[in-house]
C-alpha cells in the first residue's frame, strides 16, 4: 500500500498544480465560449477531473486517504449528473432538432 504514493512522489507536486489548473482553465474557456450543449457539458467534466486530480496528489503526497475517499464521491456524483444532464440534451435536441444554446432561450415564458 505504501507503494502508490511513492510512485506519485516521484512527480513534483508543482507538476500536478500546473497540470491540473490547464487542464480546468482549458475547462472554463470551453464552457464560455462554447455553444454546443455537449460541448459544455464535456468541459464541465474537465473541470472535475481537474480537480480530482489534485484532490488525489495532495491526497497522496499527504499520506491521507481522506481526498480519494472524496474523490470518489465526487466521482459518483459525477456520473450521476452525466446521466440527467445527458437525458436532458437528448430531450431538448428531440424537441429542437439541434443541442445550440443560444436556441434556448425559445424555450422561455
Not at 34 to 41: E, V
Not at 44 to 58: D, G, H, K, P, Q
Amino acid at each position: 500500500m505504501n507503494e502508490i504514493p511513492e510512485v506519485i512522489r516521484t512527480i513534483p507536486l508543482q507538476y500536478y498544480l500546473f497540470f491540473s489548473s490547464t487542464l480546468f482553465v482549458i475547462g472554463i474557456i470551453g464552457v464560455l465560449t462554447r455553444r454546443n450543449a455537449i460541448i459544455i457539458f464535456m468541459c464541465i467534466e474537465l473541470m472535475l477531473n481537474a480537480v480530482n486530480l489534485l484532490l488525489t496528489a495532495f491526497s497522496a503526497y499527504r499520506s491521507d486517504a481522506n481526498g480519494q475517499v472524496f474523490v470518489f464521491f465526487i466521482m459518483a456524483v459525477a456520473a450521476a449528473e452525466v446521466c440527467v444532464g445527458l437525458a436532458i440534451i437528448v430531450m431538448i435536441y428531440r424537441n429542437l432538432r439541434s443541442t445550440d444554446i443560444n436556441i434556448l432561450s425559445n424555450l422561455k415564458w
